[in-house]
């Protein structure tokens, strides 16, 4: 993978915005896709009369099953060209990994917003191509607690990453930093992913944005310890 120095990137960066339809906001983007989600999530839960214990086992394995499908799209679709997933292959990897190095990992502005979150048709894409069909199929299958409770678990699981995913491009020392800084684990993760946007490794390691079961499963988990890595960057700058 060739180098990308900081006068592409910028360069990249301008051509990106100025591409941007002059009615975008960032708050209405983020707002749109957390409105759909939640309403989805409460709606679900609220379908849920008496369930048992083994009904709600449903919500775990169901963020796990995600927590893979995240997993596989970015490793498999998001860095690899494929007729089923050119376009995501050109919005992750064409557009994400060239706006942001990992030496250059903040958004700057509320516009810079449209290419760290996912489009909102997306979650639309999600509920009506993987969810309700599957939700379908355990009502008719299994029991109503159990489809709606996966309905739940897997909205639920599209906005962790979206939330996971959009923590670790927040800029350095915002008050927002602060508080994802309080989350245990949190500080690590981010770091992954840093590493993750090294032009070298970005089509090998450090798939999973929200928890790195599958990268730690299938051994393309990647870890430079955090203080090195800082250093060799400010060195470098």
């Known amino acids: 993978m060739a180098v990308m120095n900081e006068a592409a990137m910028e360069a990249f960066r301008a051509k990106y915005r100025a591409e941007i339809k002059p009615g975008y906001s960032g708050w209405l983007h983020m707002l749109s896709v957390a409105s759909v989600g939640l309403a989805v999530i409460i709606y679900s839960l609220g379908q849920v ?133 309080c989350i245990p684990g949190w500080k690590q993760m981010r770091h992954t992913h840093v590493l993750h946007h090294k032009r070298e490794l970005m089509t090998a390691a450090n798939f999973n944005i929200t928890l790195p079961v599958f990268d730690i499963l299938l051994g393309t988990l990647y870890w430079e310890p955090i203080k090195e890595f800082e250093a060799e960057q400010a060195k470098a700058s």
């Open 49 to 181: 009369v008496d369930a048992s214990l083994m009904a709600w086992l449903t919500f775990p394995i169901t963020m796990l099953v995600v927590n893979f499908a995240e997993y596989y799209a970015h490793r498999w679709l998001g860095h690899r060209k494929t007729k089923v997933g050119g376009l995501f292959y050109k919005r992750h990897t064409g557009d994400h990994h060239t706006f942001f190095l990992e030496r250059a990992m903040d958004y700057q502005s509320l516009r810079d917003w449209r290419v760290v979150l996912f489009p909102v048709y997306l979650i639309f894409a999600f509920i009506f191509g993987l969810i309700l069909p599957g939700g379908y199929l355990l009502q008719m299958l299994v029991s109503d607690n159990v489809a709606y409770i996966y309905a739940a678990a897997g909205i639920s699981g599209y906005l962790f990453y979206e939330v996971m995913h959009f923590s670790y491009h927040i800029p350095r020392g915002d008050w927002a930093e602060k508080i994802f800084l």
